[in-house]
């Protein structure tokens, strides 16, 4: 858990600044991490579409045990999500499921890492699956391995209803596809088996134009996955999840070309050292600012083959060169001071005496409680906006036992201005304490608690109203 302790120093620093831009100009907060609280999402591709961000994820499920195959990757459907202030996502429902793609093994639940893109008003779905055995009349002789083929289904919205295609694209055999345009128009379908390959994709966004490329340049020890292209000021940009070392690190490779050849950058996100064997990436610019989506098994910390998607902020040296995203669970952006401020999703802790719990072990997706557990143990939660100063009271959602002493609220930093101090008392069931605040506060400041007590001390959330 500590490994997720937050932001390193530079990291904070940079974000600070933009956050701090952020608050004065942007009316909206964002999300804390995971994004997707009431189910398991993976995979996500996120795309700019009509001002909104759209995110199209793989959907994780436990299978039954009749069902796919056991202990595995369990997908039958897609959803897609959108936000446009990146704190409320929209769930816009199931948008296609193995059931209705007539070429899909409709018992594999195997509907991998997708990508949605639109062109001239048009959406395009792109998903694998493994396909039915024997029905796989398109397939290329030459070509032995998976059964994963890669399909298309169309919809003239977003959110669908999308129409898959009857066969599966004439050529493509493996998983995780990834669509680029580029800016003269053409559109480029990249995918990965063992290998990446691309290849040019017809304006009719169904069929290849081109023959397909295998891309070499990339490492062949460890398995690499989950190909996404974007360019910026003229470099394209190879982003990948890799197994370097013992599970899946995302690396980046650049080129002048769409199809490359590639030349190795480095590393935008370090293997995590808990929990999750996967990682996939895309990485969008919203608002002036890049962001990574990727995702982590927080709601199913023993299976990490359901997970759940993430956003963190990405950041570029003057040179084009990525700068590396540590995860956070506080995500990025500002919290309104009078939603319920998740601490359990904290930017920073004092070394000992704090730890985060699910609320419910039997429902994760209840969220977490943070424990304060030792005199002087504390949590930071960044940029809190408390917009025009009427605020002045807290309420804190808790639970104490063995209790003494006070919890402090303070702004700014861990001896930063005192906003209120909240006298302590043993409650063994949830109770929402309301404290006075010593003064208004305006604008945008980290918010941190401070347990200045002895016993153990839960929260669930603060409030400011
Ligand atoms: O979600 C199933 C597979 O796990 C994806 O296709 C890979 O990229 C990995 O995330």
């Known amino acids: 858990m500590r490994s997720f302790k937050i932001l390193s120093d530079i990291h904070s620093k940079k974000s600070f600044l933009l956050l701090i831009i952020s608050c004065l100009i942007v009316e909206f907060a964002i999300a804390q991490n995971p994004l997707i609280r009431d189910q398991f999402t993976a995979d996500p591709t996120a795309r700019v579409i009509n001002g909104k961000i759209y995110v199209f994820p793989s959907h994780d499920i436990r299978c039954e045990t009749t069902q796919g195959r056991p202990d595995w990757f369990c997908m039958e459907d897609y959803h897609v999500f959108s936000s446009s202030n990146m704190t409320d996502w929209e769930d816009h429902g199931m948008i296609l499921s193995q059931y209705q793609v ?138 990948y999840p ?139 939660y960044n940029q809190v906006d408390f917009e025009h100063g009427e605020l002045n009271k807290a309420m804190i959602k808790m639970k104490a036992k063995d209790i003494s002493g006070v919890l402090e609220l303070r702004i700014g930093d861990l001896n930063g201005q005192l906003l209120s101090v909240l006298t302590l008392a043993d409650s063994e069931d949830w109770i929402e304490k309301l404290t006075d605040l010593n003064s208004q506060v305006s604008g945008c400041h980290d918010l941190f608690l401070v347990f200045k007590g002895d016993g153990v001390l839960e929260v669930d959330w603060v409030s400011f109203n």
Request: some cysteine; glycine content about 8%.
């Open 102 to 239: 007539p070429w899909a093994d409709q018992e594999s639940f195997s509907m991998w890492a997708p990508d949605g893109i639109e062109r001239d008003g048009k959406f395009y779905f792109y998903f694998p699956s493994k396909a039915k055995s024997r029905d796989d009349s398109t397939a290329d002789p030459n070509v032995n391995g998976s059964s994963f083929r890669i399909g298309v289904a169309v919809a003239d919205t977003p959110e669908g209803p999308y129409r898959p295609e009857s066969n599966p694209i004439d050529h493509v055999h493996g998983i995780d596809p990834n669509v680029f345009i580029d800016h003269d128009g053409q559109a480029y379908l990249y995918w990965s088996q063992h290998h990446f390959f691309g290849a040019k994709l017809n304006s009719n966004m169904l069929e290849l134009d081109s023959e397909v490329i295998t891309l070499k340049d990339f490492p062949d020890e460890g398995l690499k996955e989950g190909p996404f292209v974007f360019e910026r000021n003229g470099i394209y940009y190879m982003t």
């Open 242 to 380: 890799h197994v370097a070392n013992k599970t899946e690190r995302i690396e980046y490779a650049t080129a002048d070309n769409p199809l490359g050849p590639f030349e190795f950058q480095g590393v935008i996100m370090d293997e995590s050292p808990v929990g999750c064997w996967t990682n996939h990436q895309s990485i969008v610019q919203y608002e002036g600012q890049w962001f990574l989506f990727y995702h982590h098994n927080d709601y199913s910390p023993e299976f990490d083959k359901n997970r759940s998607i993430r956003a963190d902020s990405l950041f570029f040296d003057a040179d084009g060169k990525i700068q590396k995203v540590i995860p956070t669970l506080r995500g990025i952006g500002l919290t309104k001071a009078h939603a319920q401020v998740q601490l359990d999703r904290y930017s920073d802790t004092s070394e000992e005496g704090f730890q985060i719990e699910f609320l419910d072990k039997s429902n994760p997706f209840l969220g977490w409680k943070s424990v304060l557990s030792q005199p002087e143990a504390w949590v930071r």
